[in-house]
Structure formats: C-alpha cells, structure tokens
C-alpha cells in the first residue's frame, strides 16, 4: 500500500483489515475461522477472551479433520531436517 509516511500506511492497512468482511477473510477454510473472528471482532476492549472456547473450537477441528495428537509439531522436523541439512515439506499432512 502505498502512503505518505508509516503512520498513514499502517492507518491504510488497518481500515483495509476493518472493511474486509470475515466471509471474504475465510473463504475455502474451515466454518471455525468464521466463528474465531466474528467472535474476536464482537470483542470490546474491556472484554476478556474466552480462550478456552476458542482452543476448544480448533480442537474440534482438529479432531474432525481426521488429525491425531502425536506431539509431532511442524517447526520439530523443519528444526530436524534444517540440521540435517535435507529439505521437505515441513511435516504437513
């Protein structure tokens, strides 16, 4: 985005991020996105976040998508494979 200084960009790229609708944010991903920002925009301020609603959210899914706990984490076989010095395609599904 192009603006005058720093200030005026960020100010540009926030107003951009408050008029994109969530249904555009989240087309083609899981109805759980939808629900995690709708529910984050509706936050005041003052509001504390009901994390464990929103960790339960993408538990379930998670779960739904066929997924299992394994403890295997993306970022421990790009770490593994980095000191290795092979490459792949970060442990995903």
Known sequence: M?????????????????????DVLCKGQPDEFKTVLTYCRNLRFEDKPDYGYLRGLFKELFMKSGYEMD????WNHLYKDKKNGATNDGGNK
Request: aromatic share 12%; hydrophobic share 20%.
């Open 2 to 22: 192009k603006a005058n200084n720093k200030k005026d960009k960020y100010e540009r790229i926030m107003e951009k991020k408050l008029s994109t609708p969530i």
């Open 71 to 74: 403890y295997q984490y993306d």
